[in-house]
């Protein structure tokens, strides 16, 4: 998530300060883990489960306690459980993990944090997906996927955050984002960007028909946080088949803007999953740059755009599906 995205308790802020520590980038890799199975389909997904049979995550640990303040304060370890424990402690709960989503490991890891330091007060975790692609090689019918033999991918990533807190014996499910990050889509005709200011500092050319070439992260929250754990497959929102959805509106959309666009593909999202309480986007404009249209039919040549790039920040909820 980008800065600008994030939450209040990114940076742990009691009244007077903002304390928490721990461990960034711990790179974990799990092999034969639980399937993914039993997930709804929707009409603009193929994904119906998946095999785990390669299962990576960069995970983010965050401590939050007030025991820790002498730490800070006066040299004082005797509370710091080391970062460097703290990634060893989520490399072995990789193994223990009875699961099949990134959600559902992260809740898991952090509620043995909980349970193994009472002085924790709270735990922030969250994970970015490492992708890797199923290869296919030929089989008895044609070519399958290799259940061995992974490519590693730049594709999109499933993205999770948890949120736990203790509260006297209990500890509290307080928050969860989940995600699909680094979606880039092009598309080459049938969008357009017009009727925007025109004033002394327009120079941008209105455009009834343009290439769009955009990125975007796609975060949700559920209603019930329980929901975004994979537990009950048929609640849970599969970022596999978010990211189709943002790729079929796409498709479908003769969108006016970015912001249009992905306005339509909330929309759609919310209407999918009656289980989301939000979707939010964070978009960048990579639209290149027209050096040709002299070409026959719809053919053009492009160039790379130069720096600035634009982006597009929006959250939305139900309200805006009762709106239409
Ligand atoms: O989809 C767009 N939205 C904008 O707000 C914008 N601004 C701009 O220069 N190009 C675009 N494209």
Known sequence: MSDSNKTDTDTQSTDRRTMNYGKEKVAVYRTYANPLEGVRTIPESSFDGRDNILFGLEVRVQFEGEEFLPSFSEADNSKVVATDSMKNFVLHQAGEYEGATAEGFLHFVGKEFLDTYSHVEAVKMSATEYPFDERPVPGEDGFEPSDVVFRVSDDESAFGEIYLERNDDLIEFKEQTSGV???KLIKVKDNSFTGYVQDEYTTLPEREDRALY??????WTYDEPENALGEEPQQYVPAEQVRDIAQVVFHEVDANSIQDLIYQIGL????????????SFEANNRTWIEVRDDLEGDARVFREPPRPTGYQQFSMDRSDLEEQ
Do not use: A, M
């Open 268 to 279: 759609r999202v919310l209407e999918r999953y009656p289980e989301l309480e939000t979707v």
């Open 214 to 219: 955009i990125s975007l992260d796609i975060f």
């Open 181 to 183: 990050t680094g979606i």
